[in-house]
């Protein structure tokens, strides 16, 4: 542990630092806690927000057939020389796919 000033963060806004230097000990150590507790809860307000926006239902494109999920995405292979559409997705660590049909469809 260091025996000096500590130096204000430049993320510090430089009014919150002036207050802070007027503080005792006891109030900085419950403005850390607090501090720490409104960091992880909007933290977390941030993720739930995420996993909602990856819930919103996608359009669904019209050739996807019914038990591909709406997040597949299409792939291209080339299997002996030809070119095939795979629908692709993960489920867990797997990867799923199924046949869309040839890239080119006169093949």
């Known amino acids: ?17 002036s207050s802070l230097e007027e503080c005792n000990a006891e109030t900085l150590r419950s403005i850390a806690k607090y501090a720490d507790a409104l960091a992880e809860y909007r933290e977390r307000e941030a993720r739930l927000n995420e996993a909602d926006d990856e819930d919103d239902p996608q359009e669904r494109p019209e050739d996807l057939p019914e038990d591909v999920p709406t997040k597949a995405t299409l792939t291209e292979k080339e299997i002996n020389g030809n070119r095939y559409y795979y629908w692709q997705w993960r489920e867990g660590d797997k990867i799923k796919s199924q046949y869309k049909g040839p890239v080119n469809p006169s093949e």
């Open 1 to 17: 542990m260091s025996y000096s000033e500590p130096a204000t963060p430049p993320e510090v806004p430089r009014e919150v630092a």
